[in-house]
T-cell receptor, first 111, second 114 residues
């Protein structure tokens, strides 16, 4: 059983399109995150949700909108995709120990 | 503000040689410290963590790290590297509390020569 699963693994799309990435965790954790990893492997936090409520929203364009239907799911919707959005997006979850459990990532390529 | 510095972008070692990856942090209180490994095409996986107690911590895959408060360091070591250890390694600093966001270093890419 995969603890944190995200779909799709690869996403290739044209500029201007709208796309979503889904994330689910079966660890019973209260907190979920979205990270963006650029081509130089730098990992940047985008959003954090605790029990379905947004607690961290770093400087991210408002084209990015997270949605948490329940505490096991945190989806990422991206409107009007741009070339600079190409990256690997990671979902993660954690509980009290602050250890992050990561999904395998979604590689987004915007053409 | 907390920060993490991994001064080496790339490290190249021969298989069987020893390894040390450097990590320096800046944090106002006693930090929670982590090392994660990212294999190609995969997400990050926790190697080991330090919260308190013994400053030498053991992790998975034969890795260990030592917390040195006086040097603000948490270097990762392995006595004998295997080809499968080739990956990206991230040091991170955090604090207690489930919703606290850890700060990650920029990563060190480990290359292993046969």
């Amino acid at each position: 059983d995969t603890a944190v699963s995200q779909t799709p693994k690869y996403l290739v799309t044209q500029m201007g399109n709208d796309k979503s990435i889904k994330c689910e965790q079966n660890l019973g954790h209260d907190t979920m995150y979205w990270y963006k990893q650029d081509s130089k492997k730098f990992l940047k936090i985008m959003f954090s949700y605790n029990n379905k409520e947004l607690i961290i929203n770093e400087t991210v364009p408002n084209r990015f909108s997270p949605k948490s239907p329940d505490k096991a799911h945190l989806n990422l919707h991206i409107n009007s995709l741009e070339l600079g959005d190409s990256a690997v997006y990671f979902c993660a979850s954690s509980q009290d120990s602050n250890i992050q459990y990561f999904g395998a990532g979604t590689r987004l390529s915007v053409l | 503000a907390q920060s993490v510095t991994q001064p080496d972008i790339h490290i190249t070692v021969s298989e069987g040689a020893s390894l040390e990856l450097r990590c320096n942090y800046s944090y106002g209180a006693t930090p929670y410290l982590f090392w994660y490994v990212q294999s190609p095409g995969q997400g990050l996986q926790l190697l080991l963590k330090y919260f308190s107690g013994d400053t030498l911590v053991q992790g998975i895959k034969g890795f260990e790290a030592e917390f040195k408060r006086s040097q603000s360091s948490f270097n990762l070591r392995k006595p004998s590297v295997h080809w499968s250890d080739a990956a990206e390694y991230f040091c991170a600093v955090g604090a207690g509390g489930g919703s606290y966001i850890p700060t990650f270093g920029r990563g060190t890419s480990l290359i292993v020569h046969p």
